[in-house]
């Protein structure tokens, strides 16, 4: 089994900032990649950052230079820097994990979501 919890979330003001964070535990023997995902009410759940072990980094177009992300492969726990927030980045934050668990077993594996609410 594998386990992510999230934290961070929260209702910032436009032009705050929030830092999100997502550990994992369990039995994982090796992280691939880790990420962050986001899901608006009645939209589907879009990339929002990912990096690799290998340390390639991919931002979506709408958060590029505003968010940076982070992650700890020893620690096994991924960070979000999210700066000058807009009302369009509320959404539900999902932290995903892709991990090597035994033998021939590589799985995608998401937290259970954190909430962001930009509002004045």
């Known amino acids: 089994q594998v386990q992510l919890v999230e934290s961070g979330g929260g209702l910032v003001q436009p032009g705050g900032s929030l830092t999100l964070s997502c550990a994992a535990s369990g039995n994982i023997l090796s992280l691939v990649a880790m990420g962050w995902h986001r899901q608006a009410p009645g939209k589907q759940r879009d990339m929002v950052a990912t990096?690799?072990?290998?340390?390639?980094?991919e931002y979506a177009d709408s958060v590029k230079g505003r968010f940076t992300i982070s992650g700890d492969y020893t620690t096994k726990t991924v960070y979000l820097q999210m700066n000058d927030l807009k009302p369009d980045d509320t959404a539900v934050y999902f932290c995903n994990v892709y991990a090597y668990t035994g033998p021939g077993k590589w799985d995608s594996y998401w937290g259970r979501g954190t909430q962001v609410t930009v509002s004045s």
């Open positions: 990096t690799n072990r290998g340390g390639a980094i």
